[in-house]
C-alpha cells in the first residue's frame, strides 16, 4: 500500500517536530552530569511495572499527551549498548541525518554549519516516488546540551513550522545503566494552532480514520484492545518511528561499514512491523528498493564518521 498524499500533512508535522536547537555545545559539569543521569537511570527504574504490561515485548515505555495545543510523545528504553557507543554515535548532526533518512517519506538530510551553530536540512516527500528534488525542505539547528561521561543530553528545537504549527521539539537523553547497556529517553512535542489541527482532523477522517496509537484506553465487547486515536495516536506513531530509528542506527554500526546502510534499512522496517496496526505504510521489498535507489542517486547521505 502505498503512503497518501494526505499524509504530506504528517510528514510536516512529524519530521518537522524533528528538531532545532541553539549553537555548537554546552558542556554541563561532572556533578550535574552524574545527577541527571542518575535521574533518567531512576525514572526509568520506577516503570518497570508499566514496562512489563505494556506489552511491547522489549525494555521500553511509550506515553503521550494533548493538552492546551501541545503535543508530546516521550520513549523510555533500555539499549543493548554501552554508553561510551551511544553518546559518539549521536552527538553529530551528521550521524542524526544517517537516523532521520530511515522513515520511507524522508528522502535526503544534509548537515551543514550556520553562522549561529550546526544544522540540518530534511526532504520530506509528499509521496514514496518523489524525489528530494520535489520534496519539502525543512531547515533546523542542532546542539548538544550536555556531553559527559554519565550522561548525554542533545536538544532540537523550531520556533515554527507548517500549517501553524510551533514550539518545536525533540531532546535525547541517554545514560549508562551499566557496563554493557543504556538508559534513553527521547522526548518530542510541539504547539498546533488552529490550521494545523483542521489540517489533521481532516486527514484523520479519511486516511487517517483507522489509525490508533499504542495506548490501550480500554476494552472492546470482545475484549479486545481499543488504543488510542487522533492527534495523540499521530504523537505516538511518530515518537516511536524515530525511537526505532534511533535503535536501528545503533545497531547497525556493529555491522561492516559497507553494509550499515543496508542493515538499518532492514531493521528499521523490520521493527517497525513488530506494530503493524499501528506502523505499518508499505511493503518490505518496495520500502528497501526505494531506499536503496535513493542512496544510488545520492539522495541519501554517505556514511558519516564514527
Request: one cysteine or more.
Amino acid at each position: 500500500m502505498r503512503p497518501k498524499p494526505i499524509l504530506f500533512v504528517l510528514a510536516c508535522l512529524a519530521l518537522a517536530s524533528s528538531l532545532w536547537g541553539g549553537p555548537a555545545r554546552a558542556a554541563i559539569g561532572p556533578a550535574d552530569a552524574q545527577r541527571e543521569g542518575a535521574q533518567l537511570r531512576e525514572r526509568f527504574a520506577r516503570m518497570q511495572g508499566e514496562i512489563a504490561a505494556s506489552g511491547f515485548g522489549q525494555p521500553l515505555r511509550l506515553v503521550s499527551e494533548d493538552g492546551d495545543h501541545v503535543l508530546k510523545g516521550d520513549v523510555y528504553a533500555r539499549v543493548d549498548h554501552p554508553f561510551r557507543e551511544v553518546e559518539a554515535a549521536l552527538h553529530e548532526p551528521g550521524q542524526w541525518c544517517d537516523v532521520l533518512v530511515l522513515p520511507f517519506n524522508v528522502k535526503r538530510c544534509d548537515a551543514s554549519g550556520r553562522g549561529d551553530g550546526p544544522g540540518l536540512s530534511i526532504f520530506i516527500a509528499r509521496k514514496a516516488a518523489q524525489s528530494a528534488a520535489h520534496a519539502f525542505r525543512a531547515d533546523f539547528r542542532f546542539r548538544v546540551e550536555a556531553l559527559a561521561a554519565a550522561y548525554m543530553r542533545i536538544v532540537l528545537r523550531a520556533d515554527s513550522g507548517p500549517l501553524g504549527t510551533r514550539d518545536y521539539r525533540i531532546v535525547l537523553e541517554a545514560a549508562p545503566e551499566d557496563d554493557a547497556r543504556t538508559i534513553v529517553h527521547l522526548a518530542y512535542s510541539y504547539g498546533y494552532g488552529m490550521m494545523s489541527q483542521m489540517a489533521m482532523q481532516a486527514y484523520l477522517s479519511t486516511a487517517g480514520a483507522n489509525k490508533v496509537g499504542f495506548t490501550i484506553e480500554g476494552r472492546d465487547a470482545g475484549g479486545k484492545p481499543v488504543y488510542v486515536g487522533g492527534m495523540r495516536g499521530v504523537m505516538e506513531r511518530n515518537t516511536m518511528r524515530y525511537f526505532l530509528a534511533i535503535a536501528a542506527y545503533l545497531d547497525s554500526l556493529r555491522a561492516p561499514p559497507a553494509s550499515r546502510i543496508e542493515a538499518r534499512l532492514e531493521q528499521w522496517f523490520d521493527t517497525t512491523e513488530r506494530y503493524p496496526r499501528q506502523l505499518h505504510e508499505m511493503e518490505r521489498d518496495e520500502y528497501v528498493a526505494m531506499k536503496r535507489r535513493e542512496a544510488r542517486a545520492g539522495e541519501a547521505p554517505a556514511e558519516s564518521p564514527g
